[in-house]
């Protein structure tokens, strides 16, 4: 199973998710210290302040389906979340992206709790953001009209929304999501080649204000004016371009790395 999700711990270990197995915990050793297997998680796994491990499913949901759960080190299922509940209606119902096969009802991607406590979801084939609250009522829904494939939301202290969107073309875009506004876009290409780089699959910002872009062969940290400063890319692009399923980049996350 390939890997969708890798994070560091405080602890010094790495917590990743394998689609459709479970979430794993190992040690420097590649021992596993932690794992929790579930048949139904894919895209994206979090370790919470208070322990817990948060993550989604998204990767062939259903309708009865829970899209994101919280579970406890003990592997209790203390949270979890349905989208049937909230959207159980038109035009929801009946998703259709062109093709036969949407690959899941909501196709959730993405999951990230916020400071408020709420959480922060991309349900892709919606076309939208949604933050939920502790009750797993919906305060409100973000990017309808704006979004096309989106990946990896991440709220920003100005209250807008840093996210990757599969628009034409494929861009990095930074929203008002109160107005739709997109207040900042940049969009990578393969340098030299004048070829755009799908799919997007991360964007962070960084303490220092770039942005940390992740895309299908490429890695990257840009400026807000547009300026690479730092890239990692596939040497053979060319087949990169081609292959995705099999080569090239999910995630990224920028690291301290201690001098002892």
Known sequence: AMDKDV???????????????????IDRDGEIVWSHLDEKMSHDVDRLPNGNTLYN??????????????????????????????????????????????????????VERLENGNTLL??????????????????????EGLLKLAH???????????????????SIIEFNPDTNEVVWQYTPEFQGKARFISPLRDADQLPNGNVLITGYG??????????????????????ALKGWHNLGFYKSQRIEVSSE
């Open 7 to 25: 994070e560091l711990l405080a602890n010094g270990n790495i917590l990743f998710g394998l689609p459709k197995r479970g979430i794993f915990e």
């Open 152 to 170: 990896e939301p991440e709220l920003l202290p100005s209250g807008n929304v840093l996210v990757a969107n599969h628009g034409k073309p494929p």
């Open 122 to 143: 991309s349900l892709r084939n919606f076309g939208i953001l949604v933050e939920v609250d502790s009750s797993g009522e919906v305060v409100r829904t973000m990017g």
């Open 57 to 110: 499913f998204g990767g062939g949901d259903t309708i009865d389906d829970a899209q994101v759960k919280e579970v406890s080190p003990e592997g209790e299922i203390v949270w979890e979340w349905f989208a049937k509940v909230h959207f159980n209606t038109e035009p929801y119902l009946n998703i259709d992206l062109g093709t036969t096969n949407p690959d899941g009802w909501t196709h959730s991607n993405a």
């Open 218 to 239: 490429v890695i990257c940290e840009v400026t807000k004016d547009g300026e690479i400063v730092w890239e990692l890319a596939l040497t053979d692009k060319k087949t």
